[in-house]
T-cell receptor, first 113, second 108 residues
Framework: NAGVTQTPKFQVLKTGQSMTLQCAQDMNHNSMYWYRQDPGMGLRLIYY???????DKGEVPNGYNVSRLNKREFSLRLESAAPSQTSVYFCASKTFTGTGELFFGEGSRLTVL | DAKTTQPNSMESNEEEPVHLPCNHSTISGTDYIHWYRQLPSQGPEYVIHGLTSNVNNRMASLAIAEDRKSSTLILHRATLRDAAVYYCILTNAGKSTFGDGTTLTVKP
């Protein structure tokens, strides 16, 4: 079982460059999430998609855009990367219920110079 | 959004029980209480969840206060592998927001 797959695992960008983080899940989950985690801190929600066709802002959406391409895939785009976006990014998915547990990907480590 | 409050850090001795508290005084009737833990350099992993009643699984127990404004994750016999950051979150059909969690240190 692949679960939640994120690509790339590592990326170095220069300030102002753009990039897209890809996330795919094979568990037929309705809801998908993007979090960022800065060193020594907890996870902060960037955007989420409660179900296919919907996306909503989380706690820290500025500087990011998302696309729920289909039920399986949820991408996160940085249009103009800034050093403050250096972080580890986690994608997660779950069923559309309160009982559903979150399944996380392995994370994508992004460095912006 | 309902928030949770946890102590920043806790210590335990190996093979002793650990009680990790969480306050969630603004919990709504539809919020489930979930616990996750994050080992170093890994993504969070699910531990346990509950709504109103206490819950047990192979990893831990969850004790939920009668008014649901607080809960406690119980590790019955801590091992060195239980050293991690533990997150208590409230979740429903939509948003799932994490706090900073409790860093558990287990001493041999």
């Amino acid at each position: 079982n692949a679960g939640v797959t994120q690509t790339p695992k590592f990326q170095v960008l220069k300030t102002g460059q753009s990039m897209t983080l890809q996330c795919a899940q094979d568990m037929n989950h309705n809801s998908m999430y993007w979090y960022r985690q800065d060193p020594g801190m907890g996870l902060r929600l960037i955007y989420y998609s409660a179900s296919e066709g919907t996306t909503d802002k989380g706690e820290v959406p500025n500087g990011y855009n998302v696309s729920r391409l289909n039920k399986r895939e949820f991408s996160l785009r940085l249009e103009s990367a800034a050093p403050s976006q250096t972080s580890v990014y986690f994608c997660a998915s779950k069923t559309f219920t309160g009982t559903g547990e979150l399944f996380f990907g392995e994370g994508s480590r992004l460095t912006v110079l | 959004d309902a928030k949770t409050t946890q102590p920043n850090s806790m210590e335990s001795n190996e093979e002793e029980p650990v009680h990790l508290p969480c306050n969630h005084s603004t919990i709504s009737g539809t919020d489930y209480i979930h616990w996750y833990r994050q080992l170093p350099s890994q993504g969070p992993e699910y531990v346990i969840h509950g709504l109103t009643s206490n819950v047990n699984n192979r990893m831990a127990s969850l004790a939920i206060a009668e008014d649901r404004k607080s809960s406690t994750l119980i590790l019955h016999r801590a091992t060195l592998r239980d050293a991690a950051v533990y997150y208590c979150i409230l979740t429903n059909a939509g948003k799932s927001t994490f706090g900073d969690g409790t860093t558990l240190t287990v001493k041999p």
